[in-house]
């Protein structure tokens, strides 16, 4: 029986083609595309701003903080640097090498899929494609079909800005991902849930195709009575609200020193008037819920504890409203599962020591947040593990672009911003030149004692 067609087939070679011919090797070449990129994101801000309002009701200063500036400046930085990333270094070599040079050349993986996932659609399709971008790549860029405004804005904006033969939007779903997926790719960076993050992976293990995940999960956010309450309860709600709560790096819960968690319901409620008024449905800077299937799934969670302060939901207007829980049963699908929604549990331990062993018996946080004094941050730091820390703030790590964005275990492989993207799709090639004046004979046979003791002693 015959087999359809690749649909893809065409478009990943042509990109093949032209990474071959070595036209995406130069920095001018990938300085350009960079520059494209930033330019993009000034240049078609109401565009973009648009979509993303269109697909999550994404509130402008949302959109301009966390993905057109955000790119902008990642692209804008990248441009800057990337001659001096891609610049071989010299390594030191030992004795037995000499007469001898070492150098780490870094060179372009090839051609690189990246998959985006709907919460972020432009940083989280656009940053990774900048690191294969200025590492000299080719790339297909898949968005999520999940927003779908943004995935058509994107597949009709990027060739205007980058090399159309060297990066193709492919827009679809599972059937056209699946498709993708079998194609052979040198990279592959995917964004979004573990389970999909499974089948990637084993899709790439055909082609012993090198693969980045940036994953979820839940990122818990600790509370002690050594922090300043007011700017914890400020900066948490500005995080977890953000996106109405749809944003892999958003604290998941609170855990808190026992005897806080009234004060910060109380707090966090202050700072929920503060920023969306006393509806926050009237507000224009709240975002709603992508769709409705992930509306059910959130307003599940509401029924597993005590609705503190919110719990209201609109399903026809996506609307779910900023919300606290407490007394929550730990086992309870909101502490098991990634909330990725504006519901916020909060949940009390004795003291740090149980927050940290309520943390290691879990999987692995995306992030991990700490309010409190620099010794307990300290020592959360040193007895855990996560894809990075944030003391006192909530997602503002990722304003550093030399803080690989990344997760550790259950929350991801892999990491890219800055420089950490440029390695991501860049292979690191040793080169050894040797001088041929020299040539010790104990490494050659007859091997005899007398030359390995003078190698021993070499060493
Ligand atoms: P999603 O539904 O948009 O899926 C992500 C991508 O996977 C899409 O491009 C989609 O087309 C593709 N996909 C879906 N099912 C597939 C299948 N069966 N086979 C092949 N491809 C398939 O997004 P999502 O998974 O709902 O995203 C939410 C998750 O992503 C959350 O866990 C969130 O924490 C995580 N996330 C992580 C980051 C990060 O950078 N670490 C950023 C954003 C989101």
Request: glycine letters at 10%; one cysteine or more.
């Amino acid at each position: 029986m015959d087999r359809a067609p690749d649909p893809f087939a065409d478009r990943v070679a042509g990109l093949r083609a032209t990474f071959a011919s070595g036209r995406t090797r130069p920095i001018e070449w990938r300085r350009h595309q960079l520059d494209g990129i930033a330019r993009m994101m000034v240049e078609q801000e109401a565009a973009l701003a648009a979509a993303l309002a269109e697909d999550l009701h994404k509130p402008l200063q949302e959109a301009w903080i966390a993905e057109l500036s955000f790119i902008q400046g990642e692209a804008a930085y990248a441009s800057k640097h990337v001659g001096r990333w891609a610049a071989p270094r010299r390594v030191r070599t030992p004795l037995v090498g000499q007469p001898g040079r070492s150098r780490l050349v870094p060179e372009p993986l090839g051609v690189a899929l990246v998959i985006g996932a709907w919460n972020y659609p432009i940083q989280g399709t656009l940053g990774p494609l900048v690191g294969a971008l200025a590492a000299g790549c080719c790339a297909v860029v898949k968005p999520s079909e999940v927003s779908a405004a943004t995935s058509h804005a994107l597949a009709r904006l990027l060739p205007q800005y980058v090399d159309p033969d060297a990066v193709a939007v492919i827009e679809g779903g599972i059937d056209e991902t699946t498709a993708l997926l079998g194609q052979h790719f040198d990279a592959i960076l995917y964004t979004g849930n573990g389970t999909v993050g499974r089948i990637v992976m084993a899709a790439a293990a055909k082609h012993l195709t090198p693969v980045t995940l940036e994953l979820g999960g839940k990122s818990p956010c600790i509370v002690t009575r050594q922090a300043d309450l007011d700017a914890a309860a400020r900066r948490i709600a500005w995080g977890k609200w953000m996106n109405a709560g749809q944003t892999c790096i958003a604290p998941d819960y609170l855990l808190v020193e026992k005897g806080l968690g009234s004060t910060m319901v109380e707090r966090l409620r202050a700072q929920v008037k503060r920023m969306y008024g006393d509806d926050p449905k009237r507000s224009p800077d709240y975002a709603r819920i992508v769709n409705e299937r992930h509306l059910r799934r959130v307003a599940r969670y509401l029924e597993t504890g005590r609705v503190a302060f919110g719990g209201e939901v609109d399903a026809a207007d996506r609307y779910v409203a900023p919300t606290v829980l407490v007394d929550v049963p730990p086992d309870a699908p909101v502490m098991t599962e990634e909330i990725f929604g504006p519901v916020l549990p909060i949940v009390e331990v004795a003291d740090l020591d149980e927050a940290i062993r309520w943390i290691v018996g879990r999987d692995t946080p995306l992030v991990l947040y700490v309010f409190g004094s620099s010794a307990e941050a300290e020592s959360v730091v040193a007895r855990t593990s996560a894809g990075q820390v944030c003391v006192n703030d909530t997602m503002m790590f990722m304003a550093v672009p030399e803080l690989p964005f990344g997760g550790v275990g259950a929350s991801g492989t892999g990491a890219y911003t800055g420089s950490h993207g440029f390695r991501t799709f860049s292979h690191l090639k040793p080169v050894m030149h040797r001088g041929t004046m020299l040539d010790l004979d104990a490494r050659y046979p007859p091997y005899t004692a007398a030359k390995l003791g003078l190698l021993r002693r070499l060493r």
